[in-house]
């Protein structure tokens, strides 16, 4: 069993800035990819940025420029760093990981979710 545990969310004033973490634990061989989700009332979730175990990024264009992902590996831990925030970035934010469990099978598991809202 493979747990998520996101935090960091919260209210801010526009421009301002918060720090997402999300830890995972559990029987996890390897992580692969770990990325950030989101999703506003009313819209589907949608990517925000991904992280491979390389390094490699990608944003999606709303946030490029805005927001960075990162990840300790060693912490097993992907972080994403949101500043200039805008009220349209407001949504639920789930963090997502894809692994290899110690059954050599590929995987992946969601975060429950933590709320994101940029508001004067």
């Known amino acids: 069993q493979v747990q998520l545990v996101e935090s960091g969310g919260g209210l801010v004033q526009p421009g301002g800035s918060l720090r997402l973490s999300c830890a995972a634990s559990?029987?996890?061989?390897?992580?692969?990819?770990m990325g950030w989700y989101r999703q506003a009332p009313g819209n589907q979730r949608e990517l925000v940025a991904v992280?491979?175990?390389?390094?490699?990024?990608n944003y999606a264009d709303s946030v490029k420029d805005r927001f960075t992902i990162s990840r300790n590996n060693a912490k097993n831990t992907v972080y994403l760093q949101m500043n200039s925030l805008k009220p349209e970035d407001t949504a639920v934010y789930y963090c997502?990981?894809?692994?290899?469990?110690?059954?050599?099978?590929?995987?992946?598991?969601w975060g429950q979710g933590t709320q994101v809202t940029v508001s004067s």
């Open positions: 992280i491979t175990s390389g390094g490699s990024t």
């Open positions: 997502k990981i894809e692994y290899y469990t110690f059954s050599s099978t590929y995987v992946s598991s």
């Open positions: 559990g029987s996890i061989l390897r992580i692969n990819r």
